[in-house]
């Protein structure tokens, strides 16, 4: 039996699978260098038994499931970083206690002076979406990366702390978070025409509010009150460079996701929760290998990049067949009494009726036969595969 003392209870709850998520957790990581704009979203994989920490998200396809934050290129959808949600007393991070590169010791009392620009740098944000996001980004802070994330994680001391760590990032925000001006959450739908904006400025972050069907309030920290547009239906629409920005960057996880529903390993019936997370995890694997795949092979889609994976892995495991049951051999030559020589079989590999009537073919695998080959006593069809057994081994 598996001692659980000292362990956290996400670990318990994970202890079957989580040997399999650290490791591709750091293979993800090391084998693949993401693109400057990189997206924080969750998702869900289906399931409606009984598990103790299944989430309901009515806007995903599964709605109900095992739900993992990830990290996903906008891209490609490449999977970098991620981990299963087990519940609200769970930690986000990998359970070792770290130290914030840009916090001093306490213990270490010198009397050298500390730098201005260290000083000034804002603290990590405490609450918990942040603590997801900086689990997840952490390898990537101070790289100049761009973090598009939606209103669940956003808000102005993320955002800012983030700037601090050289990473831009930007995405929709809910109006009732902390720091976020008063003016902007007093602003009411009826008080603003639609097209019309609104925007506030604090240093390197800026909010704006826009009116469309309804108040769209977006956080940026390197946008600076751009406004493009898009042609629709014949029809040029005056939109914020942040919202135009967004809507082509935020589906890096529901693009890996959309991608995945094409090839649905993990869709099996009758299977524990953990055999479908460890399926599902197979598949993202395929996936991000196409992606390094198609990195330097643009010319090659998903369904033939995963039927040449299969081709190949087949060939590596594949045991070697051997010419043992050739169809004729001559053993001698006999004189007919027509005159006309004729050779006789090595062996009895002759057609006779099976046990079975409705046996597979052990050939073709498809059809089925009441047919075998008396020599090998294997079931075979008299059209093609008996030929092709014989000759092609």
Same mark, same amino acid.
């Given at each position: 039996?598996?001692?659980?003392? !000292? ?14 998520? %650290? ?26 038994? =009984? ?19 990830? +990290? ?16 609200? %007393?769970? #930690? ?18 010198? %009397? ?19 603590? /997801? ?22 808000? &102005? ?11 831009? *990032? ?48 977006? /956080?940026?920290?390197?946008?600076? !009150? ?10 040029? #629409? ?13 589906? !890096?996880? %529901?693009? #890996?996701?959309? +991608? +995945? ?32 795949? #198609? ?6 889609? $998903? ?10 892995? /087949? ?7 051997? $010419? ?6 001559? =053993?001698?030559?006999?004189?007919? &009494? ?16 099976? &046990?079975?009537?409705?046996? =597979? *073919? ?18 075979? *069809?008299?059209?093609? *595969? ?8």
């Amino acid at each position: 039996m598996t001692d659980l003392r !000292g362990l956290t209870c996400a670990q318990k709850k994970l202890r079957k699978i989580q040997p399999v998520l %650290d490791h591709l957790n750091e293979k993800f990581g090391k084998l693949y260098i993401p693109k400057q704009n990189i997206a924080i979203d969750e998702s869900l994989l289906k399931w409606h038994g =009984r598990l103790s920490f299944a989430q309901k998200i009515a806007t995903k396809a599964a709605k109900v499931g095992v739900k993992s934050y990830e +990290l996903c290129e906008s891209d490609t959808g490449y999977l970098w970083s991620f981990f299963v949600y087990t519940g609200k %007393d769970a #930690k986000t991070t990998d359970g070792k206690d770290r130290q914030d590169e840009n916090e001093q010791p306490d213990s270490d009392l010198t %009397d050298e002076p500390v730098s201005t620009s260290a000083s000034s740098m804002p603290p990590p944000p405490t609450n918990a979406t942040a603590q /997801i996001v900086q689990s997840l980004a952490k390898p990537l802070l101070g790289l100049g990366y761009t973090l598009i994330m939606d209103n669940f994680y956003n808000s &102005p001391l993320l955002a800012r702390y983030l700037k601090s760590q050289k990473t831009d *990032c930007f995405g929709t925000l809910r109006v009732n978070r902390e720091f976020v001006p008063e003016a902007i959450k007093s602003l009411a739908k009826t008080e603003m025409r639609v097209g019309e904006l609104v925007q506030t400025f604090s240093r390197d972050v800026s909010i704006v509010l826009w009116r469309d069907t309804n108040i769209v309030a977006m /956080i940026s920290t390197f946008h600076e !009150g751009e406004v493009g547009g898009k042609e629709k239906y014949g029809r040029y #629409k005056y939109k914020p460079q942040a919202v135009l920005d967004y809507n082509i960057s935020m589906g !890096g996880v %529901d693009r #890996k996701d959309q +991608l +995945l529903s094409a090839h649905p390993i993990e869709r099996s019936k009758n299977m524990a929760w953990y055999k479908k997370v460890f399926r599902r995890l197979l598949n993202v694997s395929i996936h991000n290998a196409f992606v390094i795949f #198609k990195s330097r092979n643009t010319n090659i889609t $998903n369904r033939a990049f995963r039927r040449r994976l299969a081709d190949e892995m /087949i060939a590596v495991y594949l045991p070697p067949r051997v $010419n043992c049951n050739p169809l004729v051999k001559t =053993r001698a030559i006999i004189q007919s &009494p027509g005159g006309q020589k004729r050779p006789i079989l090595q062996g009895n590999h002759f057609i006779g009726q099976g &046990p079975s009537k409705n046996a =597979r *073919c052990h050939w073709c695998r498809k059809s089925r036969s009441k047919y075998i080959c008396k020599q090998c006593e294997v079931t075979l *069809c008299l059209e093609i *595969c008996f030929e092709e057994y014989h000759t092609k081994y």
